[in-house]
């Protein structure tokens, strides 16, 4: 089946601090979904990016198919930016998204 | 708020007992999904139903049964469950496409997080 892998696994941040969050993927995939889940467990979708770049307020992600690699960038980060991130990719001959391990963000006020 | 509502929060259960939890959407999605994420490792899908058919069932055991009455409702029964089972179990909708491959963006519930004694 499809890897996914995310980096970096753990990453802790000073409020107010930038970062890159990245996706690696071993196969060539027509979805591609960021997640971000709070210290209670609630999941958020917050982008369906199979390729390109998309931005939502602080938030943007860019898509490299062709690279098999996606990028979520994080900026001027919150304490509410706290939690898990993750990465889920499907296939293009596959019906199932597959999630990455996450990357555990903490954001120290 | 994302529209998927999981019951009950959280569940203690013994291992002869049987439980079910509960999942409801109100997004107008034609998939639901059942999830489980253990410690330490990536979300599993466990059942999928598309058009209340189920469509994927990944090799989950028969102690978890799903259910699904309508487009709007998702069950999942408990029995027999072993203390490995212990876990948060999530649900999701989502807008399908008939015919389409593609998962569409997924919205979850909160999760039921379940302790198997």
């Known amino acids: 089946g499809i890897q996914v892998e995310q980096s970096p696994p753990d990453l802790i941040l000073q409020e107010g601090a930038n970062s890159t969050l990245r996706c690696n993927f071993s196969d060539s995939v027509n979805n591609l979904q960021w997640f971000h889940q709070n210290p209670w467990g609630q999941l958020i979708n917050l982008f369906y990016?199979?390729?390109g770049t998309k931005q939502n307020g602080r938030l943007s992600a860019t898509t490299v198919a062709t690279e098999r690699y996606s990028l979520l960038y994080i900026s001027s980060s919150q304490t509410t930016d706290s939690g898990v991130y993750f990465c889920?990719?499907?296939?293009?001959?596959?019906?199932?998204?597959?999630f990455g391990a996450g990357t555990i963000l903490r954001v120290k006020s | 708020e994302t529209g998927v509502t999981q019951t009950p929060r959280h569940l203690v259960m013994g291992m002869t007992n049987k439980k079910s939890l509960k999942c409801e959407q109100h997004?107008?999605?034609?998939?639901m999904y059942w999830y489980k994420q253990s410690a330490k490792k990536p979300l599993e899908l466990m059942f999928v139903?598309?058009?209340?058919?189920?469509?994927e069932n990944n090799s989950v055991p028969s102690r978890f049964s799903p259910e699904c009455p309508n487009s709007s409702h998702l069950f999942l029964h408990l029995h027999t469950l072993q203390p490995e089972d212990s876990a948060l179990y999530l649900c999701?909708?989502?807008?399908?496409?008939?015919?389409?491959?593609?998962?569409?963006?997924?919205?979850f519930g909160e999760g039921s997080r379940l302790t198997v004694l």
């Open positions: 999701a909708s989502s807008q399908e496409i008939a015919g389409a491959r593609n998962t569409g963006e997924l919205f």
């Open positions: 990016i199979p390729s």
């Open positions: 889920a990719v499907e296939r293009r001959d596959g019906n199932k998204l597959v």
């Open positions: 997004l107008g999605h034609n998939a």
């Open positions: 139903y598309n058009f209340k058919e189920q469509t």
